[in-house]
């Protein structure tokens, strides 16, 4: 018999549309005003059997994401072919707006901020394959600037857990009106100083013109092993939207962003995690065929058209940890807000790192000890003030325990 708290599992055959979870979510916003002082993750969980790899959306996806810059083959075009390391996040995305924009769901949909993902690979997958994708909710805790909340995306292949990710979103609204969730685990955070009242979408006081993701004066440049700018068009947003299924207002026109309080229409925040990535794996030490993690935190939204720098680390093999790891972040970032899949502009406040169905103590720091290489990298503006992404990848033999985000310690 089913206990109260414990998940139920809806099982689908069919990836559900968006357009429809979208509607849903601007509908029931009304509905899903602060205070959120009795707010609840729904323990709900959906998974996607044997989702279908539509080869098209793949070919358009490398096309937008850089991988065919390099002359890498592609994985739509060659059976066992690895897909593009951050691809089953498209495979989950559609799962994961339907639980969002449910009645059940607390927090409000438009407004919502994706700011950070973390991903782990245990081995790659390929166009050819069918595997059940999940995707449920945990973590919600209080944040400085409202409420945040983790979506889980796990792909199997038969009982292998062979991709999974953990996304943090952000609900802004005023602090001390949330519970933490009974479901979610002991982070160690505990109440958040207050500040202004903010979880709308048309909210403009937080925008790129704020100035506040820019370097501070006197900051020390990066170092970095490989640079490249990439001039942005006005309609990447539409070509990673046709790839992706999401056609965001924000992203897609200046007139449609301007309905949302954005002075520009922005690229899509998992656009710029996935062309890091393909730009890392356009170089020579990188390698996309073994166990790797990779992470990123979304600082300040790229407006369009523009141009960015990529700067990529040189890989190194760390040391054994030291201090301690994860340490609350007390950085801001800059702030326009959006709905989920476009970077978020509120830095996330860093709990420390555990894997799934783990307690309070992680224990040592697997990552480390089995990465053969990290590599740090960021992406700014051409000119080098305004920070826009930072992230890094871990790589190396597939480990024996559950997947491990890397260590943000440095």
């Known amino acids: ?46 998974v996607l059997n044997r989702a279908r790899i539509s080869t098209d959306r793949l070919r358009a996806y490398e096309r937008v994401c850089g991988y065919g810059d390099f002359g890498t083959r592609a994985a739509s075009a060659n059976t066992g072919a690895p897909l593009p390391p951050a691809y089953p996040h498209l495979l989950g995305f559609p799962l994961a707006m339907r639980l969002l924009s449910d009645r059940a769901f607390p927090f409000p949909l438009p407004g919502l901020v994706h700011t950070a993902i973390d991903l782990t690979q245990e081995r790659p997958l390929d166009a050819a394959e069918r595997p059940d994708v999940e995707v449920h909710t945990e973590e919600l805790r209080p944040h400085r600037r409202g409420s945040q909340f983790t979506v889980v995306t796990r792909a199997r292949v038969g009982d292998e857990v062979v991709w999974s990710s953990r996304s943090t979103y952000l609900c802004r609204h005023r602090p001390g009106t949330t519970a933490p969730d009974a479901s979610a685990r002991d982070t160690g955070t505990g109440p958040n100083p207050p500040t202004e009242p903010d979880n709308s979408l048309h909210d403009n006081s937080l925008t790129e013109q704020d100035g506040s993701g820019t370097r501070p004066a ?107 790891n994860g340490a609350d972040r007390t950085d801001d970032a800059p702030g326009a807000g959006g709905t989920p899949g476009e970077p978020g502009t509120v830095a996330r406040e860093k709990s420390p790192d555990k894997g799934p169905d783990k307690g309070p103590d992680k224990g040592p720091d697997k990552t480390n000890e089995c990465a053969t290489t990290v590599r740090s990298f960021s992406l700014r503006d051409s000119g080098g003030d305004r920070l826009h992404l930072t992230g890094r990848v871990a790589s190396g033999p597939r480990s024996s325990g559950p997947p491990d985000r890397p260590s943000r310690s440095s």
């Open 1 to 46: 018999m089913r206990t109260a708290d414990a998940p139920r599992v809806q099982h689908l055959s069919d990836s559900p549309p968006l357009l429809p979870s979208f509607l849903r979510g601007a509908l029931a916003t009304p509905r899903k005003r602060a205070p959120y002082d009795a707010a609840r993750l729904p323990t709900r969980r959906l």
């Open 218 to 324: 006197g900051a020390e440049e990066e170092t970095a092993a490989h640079t490249a700018t990439w001039d942005l068009p006005t309609t990447l947003g539409r070509q990673y939207g046709a790839a992706s299924g999401d056609r965001n207002p924000i992203h897609l026109h200046p007139l449609s962003a301007r309905l949302f309080g954005f002075p520009r229409h922005i690229a899509h925040g998992m656009w710029t995690f996935a062309r890091c990535l393909a730009e890392l794996g356009g170089l020579d030490e990188e390698s996309w065929t073994g166990r790797f993690t990779a992470e990123a935190e979304f600082r300040a939204p790229v407006p369009l058209p523009s141009a960015v720098t990529f700067h990529g680390g040189a890989p190194h093999r760390p040391g054994p940890p030291s201090g301690t």
